[in-house]
């Protein structure tokens, strides 16, 4: 079970940093990121991180958000930047497990007030 934090209220052009952290570690993880729903959107990803380091990012959040983690830790953070009223949703951060499954927090609520 993964535990993600770190979301809230902020201005536009502000800044949140999205925390992750599995309850027990993950062995032989391939990777982790970021979903988020949009109001009224489907799911979309918004950041993976591969288990050799290699970064995807949405067209969305590119040069605004970096993901960040520790395959030894089964951590995975959410650095975003230059905050923008359409980044309000609901994120949720994902470990995937490989033969175990994905695993996935609970979604933390993310609101860019304009």
């Known amino acids: 079970q993964l535990q993600a934090s770190g979301g809230g209220l902020v201005q536009a052009g502000g800044s949140l940093r999205l925390t992750c952290a599995a309850s027990e570690t993950i062995v032989g993880a391939r990777g982790m990121g970021w979903y988020r729903q949009r109001p009224g959107k489907q799911r979309e990803s918004v950041a993976l991180?591969?288990?050799?380091?290699?970064?995807t990012y949405a067209d969305s959040v590119k040069g605004r958000f970096t993901i960040s983690g520790d395959n030894a830790k089964s951590t995975v953070n959410l650095q975003m930047n230059s905050l923008k009223p359409e980044d309000t949703a609901i994120y949720y951060c994902?470990?995937?497990?490989?033969?175990?499954?994905?695993?996935w927090g609970q979604g933390t609520q993310v609101t860019v007030s304009s």
């Open positions: 994902y470990i995937d497990g490989a033969r175990r499954g994905i695993y």
């Open positions: 991180l591969t288990s050799g380091g290699e970064t």
